[in-house]
């Protein structure tokens, strides 16, 4: 038996300061996302140089993200959950106290971009640890609440204390306050966090070198599907924003607070299903949820996303923050896949976490990218049928994700995957 194996029989209740951690440190990473740009851009640079700043920052998180599962392989997760914290500390403190005051724009780059190596480390080593420790059955519901707090904090509550903050504070002086939340959410993640053995039953894992990757994709191809389907998972959202106002505002003539309305409902009501589908899927089925719930339920909410507001949209509010509603219930259909994500791999489970983070992150430039592509050609119904088949397409996809022999099988005849059992998780 493993060491890893020795420690996965326990509650995610268990890691309440944890969860508790993460929620704050997300509070304190979301805090800027209303405001950044527009400072920056008063701190003298130009907008353009400003993408450069968010884009760099975009692909240190994605490498941040695909490296936290097999660092957690290799040094265990307390290790990286502490890297996380002083990647984000250490090049935020340089970046208020230097670069910040002296407006240069070169060392805004470096300190912001090498921060975004900070929050994944930290979020993604803590989803890592639950996965590892928490027993199987419960799998699902540890998913739930970790998404929960991480939505919670980024960008949901975030934005709330940067709307209280502003006003008070300014936006330099709310910076400092996001810093706090950070500083207090890191310190509670670490609290009772046990120094626990790395993934391998001699304590010593190697970081995968390419042809190993290539060997265990070979070996283990659900996992590339994974990857692919949690990337579809968030496209959409990061899609919606880049487009969407303009659709309420200037085609349908809703609005701002409409727009804004609408966004708030689909987080809103995405935090509250988190937790009920991470459980829900422990009962019944990781894979029905996800492709049911995630995939089938997606692609319908995408398309309610064009024809409720272009109907609806002046006359009928519920209708309106019903299919925002509608769409972040089934977007929570995908909290399965963390849980299901490590049962590929069940003696590497960090490198497993690595592919579906690594999605994750592919995610942020996935959606955009559509948009760029399809608009000018199909426009605002297009775009959004887009991503509906492609919803639908990751529950297909979830069906051709296989398990290894290693999973206890059934006692009775193998279902077919859109039945709910348990077996077929």
Not at 60 to 68: E, I, K
Not at 397 to 421: G, K, M, N, T, Y
């Amino acid at each position: 038996m493993t060491a890893q194996a020795q420690f996965a029989g326990r509650s995610p209740y268990d890691f309440s300061f944890q969860y508790l951690g993460l929620l704050l440190f997300m509070i304190g990473d979301g805090v800027e996302v209303g405001y950044l740009s527009p400072f920056l851009v008063k701190s003298g640079l130009t907008e353009h140089f400003v993408a450069l700043v968010f884009t760099v920052y975009g692909l240190a998180a994605a490498v941040s993200a695909w490296g936290s599962g097999v660092l957690c392989d290799r040094f265990g997760c307390r290790k990286v959950i502490l890297s996380g914290i002083l990647l984000w500390v250490v090049p935020q403190i340089l970046f208020l106290a230097v670069a910040v005051p002296s407006h240069s724009a070169w060392q805004i780059l470096l300190t912001y971009g090498v921060r975004g190596f900070g929050y994944p480390l930290l979020a993604y080593g803590i989803l890592t640890l639950l996965v590892r420790e928490v027993r199987r059955e419960q799998r699902g519901l540890a998913s739930g609440l970790f998404w929960f707090c991480f939505t919670c904090g980024l960008p949901t509550l975030g934005t709330v204390v940067a709307g209280a903050s502003l006003p008070v504070f300014g936006e330099y002086g709310t910076f400092w306050v996001a810093f706090l939340a950070v500083i207090l959410g890191g310190g509670l993640s670490l609290v009772l966090l046990r120094e626990e053995a790395p993934g391998s039953a001699d304590g010593h894992v190697s970081l995968p070198a390419p042809r190993d990757l290539l060997g265990v994709i070979r070996d283990n191809p659900s996992l590339v599907l994974t990857c692919v389907v949690r990337a579809i998972n968030s496209s959409a959202t990061h899609g919606i924003i880049v487009f969407m106002p303009f659709y309420f505002m200037t085609t349908l003539g809703l609005s701002n607070a409409q727009w804004l309305r609408f966004l708030e409902t689909i987080f809103a009501s995405n935090i509250v299903c988190n937790v009920f589908f991470g459980a829900l899927s422990d009962r019944f089925s990781w894979r029905a949820t996800i492709m049911w719930v995630g995939g089938v339920g997606s692609g319908l909410a995408c398309l309610l996303l064009y024809w409720v507001p272009a109907r609806f949209g002046h006359v009928s509010p519920a209708a309106l923050y019903g299919a925002a509603a509608f769409f972040g219930l089934t977007l929570a259909g995908y909290v399965p896949l963390s849980a299901l994500a490590p049962s590929l791999l069940p003696e590497r489970k960090g490198l497993a976490m690595s592919f579906l983070n690594f999605g994750a992150g592919c995610s942020v430039w996935l959606g955009p990218l559509i948009v760029y592509v399809f608009q000018p050609f199909i426009g605002v119904a297009g775009v959004l049928s887009v991503y509906a088949l492609l919803f639908v397409i990751s529950g297909v996809l979830v069906h051709f994700i296989r398990l290894p022999q290693e999973v206890a099988p059934s006692p009775v005849r193998d279902l077919p995957s859109f039945a709910f059992s348990p077996a077929q998780r």
